[in-house]
Structure formats: C-alpha cells, structure tokens
C-alpha cells in the first residue's frame, strides 16, 4: 500500500489554458506490475497526447466516473528519488500541465493495479472534482524574501538598542558568561525576529492581495528567512503580480534580497490524502 499526498513537483507553463491532451486509455496488463501516478484531471478533454514517463514507460490515461488519473506501468515497488526519475516525473507534469489544470501526485506515489488506480478514481471524485474547481485556470507564485546580511544576529543589534545592550552586558561581563543569561539574550533575539518577519509579512500580503487569489504563508526555514509566501493566482495575472512585486522591492532597502520564483502547479493549495492499495 503506498499513500501520498496530491503535490506537483513542476513549472507551471505560462501559456493561456486549453484542453489537455490526454493518451489513449489502456487495461492493465499483469506483467507490468503495478502503476506510476503522475496528476489527476477531468475525463472530459481531447485525447491526442504521447508522453514517457519513468523509465521510458508511455504514460496513459485512466479515467474512472467523470476524473482520470495519468499513469505509467511501473515494475518497481518503490521508486528511488534519483535525478532520472524526478526529471521523467516533471517532464510529464510539464507536458500535462501546459494544456490545462490537474492535480500533480506527488513524487513516487505507485497504486498496485489497475484496479486499484479506478477505485481510487471512484472514492474521490467529488475531493477531485472540487479541488480541480478551485484551482482551475490558477497557478501558484512564490515569493522569498530573505535578509541579504552577513550576519543576522548583528544586523539585528544596529537596529535594536534594547538587544545591544542586552549583548553587550552578557559578553561584556568579566565573570563567566552564565547559561541562563545567554538563552535570556537569544530569546529576545527569537522575539524580535519573529516581529520583524510578521510585520515584513503583512506588508507584503497587503500590497499582493489585490492580484491574488489566495496567500499562504510558509515557515522560515532559514535564519535569515523574511517571509515565504505562497501565490495563487490567475494565470493572465501573472505579470501583474510580477510588477507588483517589483513595486514592493523598491520599498525596502539592499539589506532585502526578493526571489520570486514560478509559476508552479497549485500545489500549496491542493491537498488530498489517497490511500491505494490491491484491488481484491
């Protein structure tokens, strides 16, 4: 059984949306063993697609009450993450993506059988329906902020004088520099950081609400991590959003570097847990 959440893990194209093109439907040959998903869409697009998929194996389309699920045959039970088979896996999404909206799977997600890949299809086409809906003609931005520093404990002390004179009592002591000071010191740093970035946060969120139809925000995974907003928005707003985060730069000053990067599937604002297993 292998269980996975809806996630893309590919560029979302630029170009307007229009049908996806979708390969012939296949039945399960038991030699083949099980089935590598790559995205689910709606059944109702023109079928006029070729694409190989990992490994080289044909992708093909399985469409089950209204939603299809584009797969591959797979003979491995697990698929290592290997730069061959995450190439493979985006290219695919690319390919399906460039036409239309789907719902990415994420990277090594693998149903036994054929069987196992319609049930699927039949217990959640509502979820996938709905999701498909929400997303549609969307796709997602991110936008990185980081502070472009070379070091954040530092910058922070000339512009707080509260930390720098908690700095320069505990460093400054001739006694041995106790624990219990040190974690005082570096909770206030915590705190103010966290200030920083929520107040930074908020007026990024303002200036790009208007050209965006959701925002969600990612937790900083580094130190010098100002904010890491996800986008959604429409695809002919694209270039909206990229001038306004333009205007946005220029409102803070070189201590700020601004990374917005995309487009993306939606995959920030898709989430659907899928169990597959064995069709009896």
């Keep these: 059984m292998t269980s996975g959440l809806i996630h893309p893990l590919s560029l979302y194209p630029k170009?307007?949306?229009?049908?996806?093109?979708?390969?012939?439907?296949?039945e399960s040959d038991p030699r083949h063993g099980g089935k590598?998903?790559?995205?689910?869409?709606l059944a109702d697009a023109r079928r006029d697609g070729a694409l190989a998929g990992i490994d080289g194996r044909p992708v093909v389309?399985?469409?089950?009450?209204?939603?299809?699920a584009f797969v591959s045959d797979c003979r491995h039970e697990r698929i290592r993450p290997e730069r061959a088979h995450v190439t493979a896996h985006r290219e695919v999404l690319k390919g399906l993506m460039r036409e239309g909206t789907v719902l990415p799977m994420a990277f090594g997600i693998i149903a036994d059988d054929l069987k196992a890949v319609r049930r699927m299809l039949t217990q959640n086409q509502e979820a996938f329906r709905e999701q498909l809906e929400r997303?549609?003609?969307k796709l997602e931005m991110g936008l990185r902020v980081t502070w472009d520093v070379p070091n954040i404990f530092d910058y922070f002390v000339g512009l707080h004088p509260e930390l720098r004179a908690a700095r320069d009592q505990v460093l400054g002591d001739q006694r041995a520099v106790r624990q219990d000071d040190k974690i005082e010191?570096?909770?206030?740093?915590?705190?103010?950081?966290?200030?920083a970035r929520e107040a930074h946060a908020e007026v990024l969120e303002e200036a790009l609400a208007p050209c965006c139809a959701e925002i969600k925000r990612a937790v900083p995974r580094?130190?010098?991590?100002?904010?890491?907003?996800?986008?959604l928005i429409e695809r002919s707003d694209q270039y909206v959003l990229e001038n306004t985060a333009i205007r946005v730069a220029a409102q803070f000053d070189n201590h700020f570097?601004?990374?917005?990067?995309?487009?993306?599937?939606?995959?920030?604002?898709?989430?659907l847990e899928l169990q597959l297993s064995r069709s009896s």
């Design 15 to 26: 170009n307007s949306p229009t049908p996806i093109a979708m390969p012939p439907t296949f």
């Design 36 to 41: 590598y998903l790559y995205a689910i869409a």
């Design 61 to 68: 389309a399985v469409s089950q009450g209204g939603v299809t």
């Design 135 to 137: 997303v549609a003609g």
């Design 185 to 195: 010191l570096g909770r206030l740093f915590d705190r103010l950081l966290n200030e």
């Design 222 to 231: 580094k130190l010098n991590e100002v904010a890491n907003l996800n986008l």
């Design 257 to 271: 570097a601004f990374d917005l990067n995309g487009p993306w599937a939606p995959h920030n604002f898709v989430a």
